[in-house]
């Protein structure tokens, strides 16, 4: 059984931030070669009309302003500002108006999608579950981190649907099960491995997956089934079979087959009546796996918008994320038969502002989520979305009159809060 290799190594990132902005998702930007406009019309067509788990790929969209305090100079994590919630935006046409001086990015509330399955854990997924339906699938074999997002996402999907779901946990079981853990205890088949066995991830699902009798089912086999037979349900597939149907999900859902959830909501966002197509738009997004960014860059090249996706990488190396990116292109474009994207270059990668192991929480980081949350209503964690809104936080105090506006993919996790204050006691 052949699985992509995790990229999610958690190697400690070697730049330093970098705010300010390159284009990298242009349709003249060397790095990236594409078709005609009707062949990516024609692949965009290709990507979007399946079924879906999400019934509709809506989303909220709120602005938060910024707000520079006159004190003097502080050590806080987020420095001498505040912010504030504008829940009900101006979006559309109102978006391009310059109303007053003061700085302000939007966030794209996709942590509140699903109480439990929720940011960009329900957008990778939002393609895939239908398929392993329409392929007949019983169980599927997933792997994360005792505190992962991904795994609870996993089970809670699975269970909604009928399907079973294994989850290899890496590490050993807490004495309390809280946040995600306790989630994917509830909804999954929890099992506890090793850190030297779970740290071969391939090897170490593809066992796993062995000891289930029943057919593997490759997810690159779904993947072009998804171009050829993208319309197929389960009625149209179904036989008579008593063998369990296993597929495999690598951690954090970091495939191609993810891709095309990230497509929709960028499709979604780009409507008229929202972000728009015309406007420059600065996208800012948390990078574990990358696979998100490349998702977004993918869909705002096909559609010709002039937007910049910039990431901020959590997990691995710059090289990593590029080879990552590069592999996804590559996978979706040789599934679908369209030859769009040739080469990388559609995110640009940047390091956080404060820089450590993966997983590791650093002082004032908790205190500036409780900031965040007391001034906006916006639930951010310091391992991942914390990140995402520094940056959001920083170009906006940039961001020129008439110029790009700043949006921040809010890529849910807030549960893992929980694992944080069972770990990081002092801090709470």
């Not at 050590?75 to 505040?82: A, C």
């Not at 854990?121 to 895939?128: E, F, G, M, T």
């Amino acid at each position: 059984m052949h699985v992509m290799k995790s990229m999610f190594q958690r190697k400690p990132p070697i730049l330093s931030l970098r705010p300010e902005f390159h284009s990298q998702c242009s349709l003249t930007n060397p790095q990236v070669v594409c078709n005609s406009s009707s062949t990516r019309e024609e692949f965009m067509m290709k990507i979007l009309d399946r079924r879906w788990t999400l019934k509709n790929p809506d989303t909220k969209v709120h602005q938060i302003n910024v707000s520079r305090l006159q004190t003097q100079p502080t050590s806080k994590l987020l420095g001498n500002v505040s912010f504030s919630n504008n829940s009900h935006p101006s979006l559309g046409e109102n978006l391009t108006e310059w109303h007053n001086d003061q700085s302000s990015f939007y966030i794209v509330r996709d942590d509140l999608l699903h109480p439990l399955v929720n940011g960009n854990k329900a957008r990778k997924l939002d393609a895939l579950l239908p398929l392993i339906e329409d392929h007949l699938g019983t169980d599927v074999v997933t792997c994360g981190g005792c505190q992962s997002a991904h795994t609870a996402a996993v089970a809670v999907s699975c269970a909604e649907r009928g399907l079973k779901a294994h989850l290899l946990l890496r590490g050993e079981q807490p004495q309390i099960l809280t946040g995600y853990n306790l989630i994917s205890m509830l909804y999954g088949n929890v099992t506890y491995v090793p850190r030297s066995v779970y740290a071969k991830r391939e090897e170490m699902l593809t066992s796993h997956a062995d000891s289930i009798p029943g057919t593997i089912i490759r997810l690159d086999d779904l993947l072009k089934s998804s171009f050829t037979n993208h319309k197929s349900t389960k009625s149209n597939l179904d036989q008579p079979s008593n063998s369990k149907k296993i597929v495999i999900i690598n951690e954090g859902a970091g495939d191609a087959i993810a891709l095309p959830g990230l497509i929709r909501l960028v499709k979604y966002l780009s409507q008229d009546h929202i972000l728009g197509k015309s406007q420059p738009i600065k996208i800012v997004v948390d990078s574990g796996t990358g696979t998100t960014a490349v998702g977004l860059g993918i869909g705002a090249l096909c559609l010709g918008l002039p937007w910049e996706i910039t990431s901020v990488m959590l997990a691995d190396t710059i090289e990593g994320y590029r080879k990552h990116e590069e592999h996804l292109i590559s996978e979706l474009c040789g599934s679908s038969g369209f030859p769009i994207i040739m080469h990388s270059g559609l995110v640009h990668w940047v390091e956080r502002e404060h820089p450590r192991k993966f997983g590791n929480v650093l002082k004032g980081e908790i205190e500036a989520c409780q900031q965040i949350a007391k001034e906006t209503g916006v639930l951010v964690d310091p391992i991942y979305t914390l990140a995402a809104w520094e940056l959001a936080s920083q170009l906006s105090q940039q961001e020129k009159k008439g110029g790009a506006k700043v949006v921040m993919l809010h890529t849910g996790g807030t549960l893992g809060m929980f694992g944080l204050a069972q770990r990081y006691k002092s801090y709470f």
